[in-house]
């Protein structure tokens, strides 16, 4: 009865794809466009996507379950859901804090990830106008160094985040992902065909797909293990806020594996759309800002049409950013407005505040404080990646492995996931009780030493 | 009671019909799906062959579905209209065969490409096509969309000068 009357005041997906399509948008970020396909291509090609899709077998699947399970179970945010769940099954309530450390690591992500997607859309309209004078590493070290130009940018995009998630679930996250996603789909298709057409095609796949076993070391392991993590949003409570507002008769398993699925699907279509105009133009394969900031911006600077189709690539950018975040804010304002502290609309209003006052630290670690360093060497927007991505996320992670595999009762546990195949069913407990927690606590390690 | 058992039978069959047709449907686009991507995986010479003998079998294909016509129902509406459609698509099939043969790759691949679709919007024209089950609708237009995909995918091999053949 309670758990009907907190989605009621949540709403709840409608549809089954709609699930589906929030998932894999909160999934599918900057991350997965200019990390996977690097990744892949340095560390092995096929061989590292075959080990990457083994771990999303074994540690992003059974967390991305046992989020949806938790999520679903209380129909509450993510600390409430922890909070219930952990009542429920016996234990102390003290199991919040997995859900606190979620939303702080998501308010601390969405502070530089806002600033970074602000970039993204400043670059619609620079690779639009761009008539190749200045030179691309110019064009960005420009952009960077101007904190008003910065900030103008991000104060769009948190305004963006915040208006759609203050709408509500049904009619501002819903309506949005179902619009967002496939135009972010079909915007991939045209970039992947474009590249078909004009990129050099056939090194792209060498780069991606050929398997180089001898490349393949503990490094490579670890690589693929933190990108099957990282990349389908697990740990800070976006899969589980969603997975409150999933309809019971949806089935949890496939429609975890539908999501891993389109995630892997888009990192790849990524790869194929960007290092093929990369290869053409003969710049240097690399990831991140660099690589679609720089390289790619020099690329369309230099093609036919450039101008038409830079600005559609940073489109496709800012839409994969603008999906994630909105997962980002969900949590923290689902709690506040559960609580009944705030309404929807001011709990997204004040807490986009306070994450687009972090985000100015984050805007200006790019130029007047650079100097200015806040943990160990690493400057403001590093130290809140250092917080978050390296912290907070892999023990959320782990703690959500921990509790679904060894507190939570298996009655729920088998009532949220519904009729499965035994053998399924043991292998996904055997994951989430042993292998997950060990992997994401090795990745923990890993990147702390 | 014999009625009730001899219907059930007739709908079972029917049931398996489709599926029998959809499994052939599927079995037949690997071909096509083999062929368009061997070049991309494997390049050089070997990449003309496979065009070419996509182009040959996508030949056979759409020749066999414009002969299709001449077994529809004949007292269905605009069924002369149909045949006329369903030689006009043999014909096609003809040419696509001939100007792949006179080198006009790249165009044959484009009528290919063209052709598929369209004759997919033609059958769905028909009557016959309207009173058929919703999954062989599917699969029609699933079918018809893989097999224009794989023929944009050799197109786009084509096109691009970093894996063009000829060039």
Not at chain 1, 117 to 121: K, N, P, R, S, W
Not at chain 1, 370 to 385: Q, T
């Given at each position: 009865m309670e758990i009907q009357k907190q989605l009621k005041s949540h709403g709840a997906w409608v549809g089954k794809w709609t699930f589906i399509l929030a998932a894999t948008g909160s999934a599918v970020g900057l991350g997965n466009i200019w990390g996977f396909p690097y990744k892949a291509g340095t560390n092995g090609?096929?061989?590292?996507?075959?080990?990457?899709?083994?771990?999303?077998?074994?540690?992003?699947?059974?967390?991305?379950?046992?989020?949806?399970?938790?999520?679903?179970?209380?129909?509450n945010s993510p600390i409430n859901a922890m909070r219930k769940v952990a009542i429920d099954s016996g234990h102390s309530s003290a199991w919040q804090f997995v859900g606190w450390s979620g939303i702080f690591a998501g308010a601390l992500i969405l502070s530089f990830y806002s600033v970074i997607?602000?970039?993204?859309?400043n670059?619609?309209?620079?690779?639009?106008?761009?008539?190749?004078?200045?030179?691309?590493?110019?064009?960005?070290?420009?952009?960077?160094?101007?904190?008003?130009?910065?900030?103008?940018?991000?104060?769009?995009?948190?305004?963006?985040?915040?208006?759609?998630?203050?709408?509500?679930?049904?009619?501002?996250?819903?309506?949005?992902?179902k619009i967002l996603m496939p135009m972010l789909g079909f915007l991939m298709i045209f970039m992947v065909m474009y590249s078909m057409i004009n990129g050099d095609f056939n090194k792209a796949m060498t780069f991606l797909f050929a398997p180089d076993f001898s490349n393949v070391t503990s490094d490579t392991v670890?690589?693929?293990?933190?990108q099957a993590f990282?990349?389908?949003?697990?740990?800070?409570?976006?899969?589980?806020?969603?997975?409150?507002?999933?309809?019971?008769?949806?089935?949890?398993?496939?429609?975890?594996?539908?999501?891993?699925s389109l995630d892997t699907l888009i990192a790849i279509l990524a790869g194929l759309a960007i290092f093929p105009i990369i290869f053409a133009f003969n710049l240097e394969p690399g990831s991140g800002p660099g690589l679609v900031f720089v390289s790619m911006l020099s690329a369309f600077n230099q093609m036919q049409f450039g101008q038409l189709i830079g600005p559609l690539f940073f489109i496709l950018l800012s839409i994969a950013a603008l999906s994630s975040s909105i997962s980002l804010l969900e949590p923290g304002v689902a709690y506040l407005s559960e609580e009944g502290v705030l309404s929807r609309r001011r709990a997204a209003e004040i807490i986009s505040f306070f994450v687009?006052?972090?985000?100015?630290?984050?805007?200006?670690?790019?130029?007047?404080?650079?100097?200015?360093?806040?943990?160990?060497?690493?400057?403001?927007?590093?130290?809140?990646?250092?917080?978050a991505n390296q912290i907070l996320l892999p023990l959320g992670g782990m703690l959500i492995a921990i509790f679904v595999g060894w507190f939570m009762k298996e009655s729920l546990i088998k009532d949220e996931i519904g009729a499965i195949n035994p053998v399924i069913y043991s292998l996904w407990r055997f994951f989430v009780k042993f292998i997950a927690p060990t992997c994401v606590a090795y990745i923990f390690l890993s990147q702390i030493f | 009671m014999s009625l009730d058992v001899s219907c059930a039978r007739k709908i079972k069959e029917k049931m398996n019909i489709n599926?029998?047709?959809?499994?052939?449907?599927?079995?037949?686009?690997?071909?096509?799906?083999?062929?368009?991507?061997?070049?991309?995986?494997?390049?050089?010479?070997?990449?003309q062959t496979a065009i070419i003998f996509q182009l040959a079998y996508g030949s056979i294909i759409i020749t066999f579905l414009g002969g299709m016509a001449w077994g529809w129902r004949d007292n269905q509406d605009k069924q002369i209209f149909n045949l006329s459609m369903g030689i006009f698509y043999s014909l096609v099939g003809c040419s696509i065969l001939l100007l792949t043969y006179f080198n006009y790759v790249l165009l044959a691949l484009l009528i290919s490409v063209v052709s598929f679709q369209s004759f997919y919007y033609f059958e769905r024209s028909t009557q016959d096509f309207k009173k058929r089950d919703e999954d062989y609708k599917k699969f029609r237009k699933m079918l018809s969309l893989l097999v224009a995909i794989s023929f944009l995918i050799s197109s786009a091999y084509w096109i691009n000068p970093y894996s063009n053949p000829i060039t």
């Open positions: 090609g096929g061989a590292f996507v075959l080990i990457y899709l083994g771990c999303i077998v074994v540690i992003g699947l059974p967390i991305m379950i046992s989020e949806i399970i938790i999520g679903r179970r209380s129909g997607a602000g970039i993204c859309l670059y619609v309209v620079i690779a639009a106008s761009s008539s190749g004078v200045i030179s691309a590493s110019e064009e960005f070290s420009n952009v960077i160094s101007s904190p008003i130009n910065l900030l103008f940018w991000h104060t769009i995009f948190m305004v963006l985040t915040a208006l759609i998630v203050a709408a509500g679930v049904k009619d501002g996250i819903g309506r949005m992902v670890l690589q693929a293990m933190g990282f990349s389908l949003s697990l740990g800070m409570g976006s899969i589980m806020a969603y997975g409150a507002y999933m309809p019971k008769d949806q089935d949890v398993t496939s429609t975890s594996f539908t999501v891993a687009w006052l972090l985000g100015v630290g984050s805007a200006l670690s790019f130029n007047i404080w650079s100097d200015f360093h806040l943990i160990s060497e690493r400057n403001f927007l590093d130290s809140m990646d250092f917080l | 599926t029998i047709k959809s499994t052939y449907g599927y079995i037949g686009f690997i071909p096509f799906a083999f062929f368009s991507i061997i070049p991309w995986i494997f390049g050089g010479s070997i990449s």
